[in-house]
């Protein structure tokens, strides 16, 4: 039983493009997401999976920092099913943890949170367990603090059976539309449904960037609760 987490990223991204890439505290942005997952002690493995890109190598060198895994994947960059079924199978994972690559806040006590419900609390093979979208079933989770959690035979399932590009680019979207996900309650102290901490847009971005210019240089393992308490 191998649990590995596979965090996607590219710098193609059509709304912001190369922000996987731009700078934060000196670091590309997707290297403070990976190192954030390396030091999370529950996972068997992380790896980075990435469509193949010319301006790549910005993302592989953080990698390489790191010592993560990359699958460099030569199909349709869209395929995002694809994609997480060859990197489970690479890495021989039995529990797939999905995280995006513009999550720069994710949150280890969050993650494994949702890891452990999954864990302790079995659900049908087809069915997937989040706390990474917003509200999900009025859950009160901001997004982009948690992960998604897939059997391995799911995404294998995925991959020969769907054919929509919208579920093809976003493996969650079949589970929504089909009523297969379950999820958590969100914390007390956590629970702002009206919060967004994926970056998608350049003020976003700013945003982001502004956040860990105050806290990480003098916490580099500052958690969700520390950004609230600046008030946002």
Request: net charge negative.
């Amino acid at each position: 039983m191998r649990t590995v987490c596979i965090v996607q990223a590219r710098m193609g991204n059509t709304r912001l493009p190369g922000k996987n890439g731009m700078k934060i505290c000196g670091k590309p942005q997707i290297w403070h997401v990976l190192r954030r997952l390396k030091r999370m002690p529950f996972f068997d493995d992380v790896m980075m999976a990435i469509p193949h890109e010319s301006n790549n190598s910005v993302l592989l060198e953080a990698a390489w920092d790191l010592d993560v895994e990359t699958l460099d994947y030569r199909g349709n960059p869209n395929d995002l099913v694809r994609r997480y079924t060859l990197a489970a199978e690479i890495m021989d994972a039995t529990t797939v943890v999905r995280v995006p690559g513009d999550n720069t806040f994710i949150d280890a006590t969050e993650i494994e949170r949702i890891l452990l419900h999954y864990q302790k609390h079995p659900v049908p093979w087809n069915c997937l367990t989040s706390n990474l979208d917003r509200d999900i079933h009025g859950n009160g989770y901001p997004a982009g603090l948690g992960a998604e959690v897939y059997d391995r035979h799911f995404l294998q399932w995925l991959d020969a059976n769907t054919t929509l590009p919208r579920h093809r680019e976003h493996p969650h979207k079949w589970a929504f539309e089909n009523q297969k996900v379950c999820t958590i309650q969100a914390p007390e102290d956590i629970r702002r449904p009206d919060l967004d901490f994926s970056v998608n847009t350049f003020e976003e971005f700013q945003w982001a960037k502004g956040i860990y210019e105050m806290l990480y240089p003098t916490n580099q393992h500052f958690t969700v609760r520390d950004v609230l308490k600046l008030g946002v």
